[in-house]
T-cell receptor, first 116, second 112 residues
Framework: AQSVTQLGSHVSVSEGALVLLRCNYSSSVPPYLFWYVQYPNQGLQLLLKYTSAATLVKGINGFEAEFKKSETSFHLTKPSAHMSDAAEYFCAVSGRYGGSQGNLIFGKGTKLSVKP | NAGVTQTPKFQVLKTGQSMTLQCAQDMNHNSMYWYRQDPGMGLRLIYYSASEGTTDKGEVPNGYNVSRLNKREFSLRLESAAPSQTSVYFC???????????FGQGTRLTVV
């Protein structure tokens, strides 16, 4: 069964610094992978998705993620953090790729704080 | 575009009371989901409906029932609320299984 591990429940960076949020997945078949962002008291918004077309995926708000099969990773990065990036970020993997039933399996989330 | 609409946004229940959380999507999606979000636990799937007329249990279905009323609407019912069901509930929909899901704004439920 697929699963997702997000390393670090809290990450703090200074404004202008690199953002790196880590996600590792376990899957027996090539997965679909997603990053979502959740601002306080709101629902989840899709940042970007990997569906095997390209290993480097660009998303909204300047974020990108690289799929590395050899490392089973899909880390999220942004070159320069803004105060508005402070939120909780969730990595997700498709539940059963190509199967008759499926849904997204989420990691436990990483809360990003941005210091001025 | 409304997207995924959940009602109510907030609710306080007494232990043993029942209620139904409503969800509707206007994106013509086939699949719909109910998740609960608890601190440090991420999102856990309660029930999902791969297509109209079908429903399946997720990771944490105990104490809940669902109805896929039509293609647009997917409701979640708590028959006898318990304090352990205090949580934020999210409805989501997707074109099909394993594709990106679109989320509602959530229902914050407190059971006292």
């Amino acid at each position: 069964a697929q699963s997702v591990t997000q390393l670090g429940s809290h990450v703090s960076v200074s404004e202008g610094a690199l953002v790196l949020l880590r996600c590792n997945y376990s899957s027996s078949v090539p997965p679909y992978l997603f990053w979502y962002v959740q601002y306080p008291n709101q629902g989840l918004q899709l940042l970007l998705k990997y569906t095997s077309a390209a290993t480097l995926v660009k998303g909204i708000n300047g974020f990108e993620a690289e799929f590395k099969k050899s490392e089973t990773s899909f880390h999220l990065t942004k070159p320069s953090a803004h105060m508005s990036d402070a939120a909780e970020y969730f990595c997700a993997v498709s539940g059963r790729y190509g199967g008759s039933q499926g849904n997204l399996i989420f990691g436990k989330g990483t809360k990003l704080s941005v210091k001025p | 575009n409304a997207g995924v609409t959940q009602t109510p946004k907030f609710q306080v229940l007494k232990t043993g009371q029942s209620m139904t959380l409503q969800c509707a999507q206007d994106m013509n999606h086939n699949s719909m989901y109910w998740y609960r979000q608890d601190p440090g636990m991420g999102l856990r799937l309660i029930y999902y409906s791969a297509s109209e007329g079908t429903t399946d249990k997720g990771e944490v279905p105990n104490g809940y029932n669902v109805s896929r009323l039509n293609k647009r609407e997917f409701s979640l019912r708590l028959e006898s609320a318990a304090p352990s069901q205090t949580s934020v509930y999210f409805c989501a929909s997707s074109v099909s299984e394993n594709t990106e899901a679109f989320f509602g704004q959530g229902t914050r439920l407190t059971v006292v």
